[in-house]
């Protein structure tokens, strides 16, 4: 290599760390902000010309949000109803997935076309007759709503997550399971479900994360009693509000942790996203 | 397949069939048959007049502009910077695994949280955009730009919320993509003295095409169904420069309570949806023609 080369090299691959240095500032800096104008007092965060950092650190804003919201509450059933749906959700739609995988039928097929339909409607649309099913059964405000929701909104996914997980595993397992006297249930719980642990996992994330960050269905099917954190959070910005200290508080509060987690766990989240998308 | 086995998978996936036509096929069986009653009582037979309404109402045209103009810019922005920061990180640098896990962080953050942190940044009084543009000298004072109340720019700045939000999707789907590329094409290439513009444009893009026909698919209908950064940030207005199908169907529901509109609109969303996805399916999977 001559030397001309090497310093053409070093040189682009300089512009390449600086290029994803300048991006990677763009891409964090409004969390960042968020995460700083938090930590302010109160004065500091509506002043007419904002600063990154705080002048002085304070939690003020974490302690006041206690006051103005129903913090406890209202992350409970966030995380109560994410929780449940996500476990109904990723069982039943693991079950029904097996079945279609292992078992085509001109039933299945149409029930496969149903759930690749499902993903194209946007949510607005069913909420408006979901909200008159939901009155109907005497649900309306309850966290069983919600998960009755959410696992239904889930299950088309999990279903198409798992679809591609059991049709990788060969046929040979569940003939080995049945020869040695299990049912088909048997197989399905005792052998397959183990086995596909990982895309289980990755599968559950994904439902978490759609229940856990939904607004639409929460803002419409609560009102008091059941009401979730993001449709708490929305409130702070009715009426005329100007203390919105809080308001990023509890923004903080309700992002961070599931953040932390998912850079924990981001193995099956880059698995997950791509997984559709990109054939191995 | 034998009776036993028929019951057998019937009984695998009726939970779940249960859980969907009671949450999806039965809505949209009310949702056909509200559009077509009308919109104050919900008891008298209209026919389709709610269709005809929509249909002539300005509203929904603008709403549909919006949504076409919201969809295609965010999406083909994110489509490029994410292959900007795909194309960077794949130079395999040292800490790219690291840039990429710092890459992620707003997609794990719920559109609710961005769009207040949107709100908060783009707010005419305090927002850090406008001081920052001042300071660079670009703008004459920090209250110049209106990003959400004036109704050029309403649009544009639940773009930039999106964009902020869902690029790492398409950069993380692109580096997949573009890992997936054999080496063996890159080396051939550099044998035969192809220069980095060659190869980006005779091996990575063509081989990548795929990959970004579904990513831009996905992220198409979920920009188009997208609501929570636009209600947050502009709730549609002002004046409906921002509204989009999604908030208008919200708005005729949860506002003007009118239910039989609010359904003839849902329907109308959900049939364009589909046939823009159809399409686009068609195109990609007809084996008797080449891949898009």
């Known amino acids: ?280 | 397949m034998t009776k036993s086995d028929r019951r057998t998978a019937l009984l695998f996936f009726s939970p779940a069939a249960g859980f969907m036509i009671l949450f999806f096929v039965y809505p949209m069986f009310l949702l056909v048959r509200d559009s077509l009653f009308d919109s104050k009582t919900g008891t008298e037979f209209v026919g389709a007049d709610n269709y005809v309404n929509a249909l002539t109402s300005e509203r929904f045209y603008k709403s549909l502009y919006n949504t076409v103009i919201f969809v295609v810019g965010a999406v083909s922005i994110e489509l490029i910077i994410g292959l900007i920061l795909a194309l960077l990180l794949s130079t395999g640098f040292k800490g790219s695994n690291f840039a990429r896990t710092l890459f992620l962080s707003p997609l794990m953050i719920a559109p609710l949280v961005a769009g207040l942190i949107w709100k908060f940044m783009l707010n005419d009084q305090f927002g850090i955009l406008n001081s920052f543009l001042f300071k660079l000298g670009l703008i004459d004072s920090p209250q110049s730009i209106l990003w959400l109340s004036d109704e050029r720019y309403a649009l544009l700045s639940c773009m930039i919320a999106d964009i902020w939000l869902t690029t790492p999707f398409m950069m993380l789907v692109l580096l997949a993509g573009i890992q997936g590329i054999s080496g063996s094409l890159y080396e051939a290439a550099n044998i035969d003295g192809a220069s980095r513009m060659q190869r980006f444009w005779y091996i990575t893009l063509p081989s990548l095409k795929p990959v970004i026909v579904v990513a831009v698919l996905i992220r198409m209908i979920d920009a188009a169904r997208s609501f929570d950064i636009i209600w947050v940030l502009t709730q549609g207005g002002p004046n409906f420069a921002s509204s989009l199908l999604s908030t208008m169907i919200y708005n005729t529901m949860a506002r003007y309570n009118q239910a039989g509109y609010a359904s003839a609109l849902s329907i109308l969303f959900i049939i364009i949806l589909i046939s823009i996805c159809g399409i686009f399916m068609l195109r990609l999977w007809n084996p008797n023609k080449k891949a898009v």
């Not at chain 1, 079945?99 to 649309?125: A, D, E, H, Q």
């Not at chain 1, 049912?183 to 397959?192: E, H, M, Q, V, Y």
């Not at chain 1, 009715?238 to 981001?266: E, H, K, R, W």
């Open chain 1, 1 to 280: 290599m001559t030397a001309l080369m090497k310093q053409k090299r070093t040189v682009s691959s300089m512009l390449v760390l600086l290029l994803t240095g300048l991006f990677v500032l763009a891409f964090l800096f409004p969390y960042i902000y968020l995460v700083m104008t938090s930590l302010k007092p109160g004065t500091e965060v509506v002043s007419t010309t904002p600063t990154l950092f705080p002048t002085v650190f304070t939690m003020d804003s974490f302690r006041k949000m206690f006051d103005v919201l129903p913090m406890v509450k209202y992350f409970g059933n966030s995380f109560f109803t994410a929780i449940a749906s996500t476990s109904v959700s990723v069982f039943l739609g693991s079950l029904a997935a097996y079945g279609l995988s292992r078992f085509s039928s001109k039933l299945g097929n149409m029930f496969l076309l149903l759930t690749l339909t499902v993903r194209m409607v946007p949510l607005i649309s069913v909420a408006v007759p979901m909200y008159g099913i939901i009155n109907k059964l005497g649900l309306y405000d309850t966290k069983l709503a919600l998960v009755l929701i959410y696992t239904s909104i889930n299950i088309p996914f999990v279903i198409w997550m798992m679809i591609g997980f059991f049709d990788g595993l060969p046929k040979e397992l569940d003939e080995s399971a049945r020869v040695d006297g299990c049912s088909r249930l048997g197989a399905f719980l005792k052998i397959i479900l183990p086995v596909s642990l990982p895309g289980l996992a990755t599968t559950a994330i994904f439902s978490y994360m759609m229940s856990w960050n939904d607004f639409l269905m929460g803002l419409m099917m609560t009102s008091t009693n059941a009401k979730t954190m993001p449709v708490g959070l929305s409130e702070f910005l009715g009426a005329y509000n100007l203390d919105l200290g809080p308001m990023t508080a509890a923004a903080v509060c309700f992002s961070f942790p599931v953040l932390i987690f998912s850079i924990m766990i981001q193995k099956y989240i880059v698995s997950g996203m791509t997984m559709g998308a990109v054939k191995e």
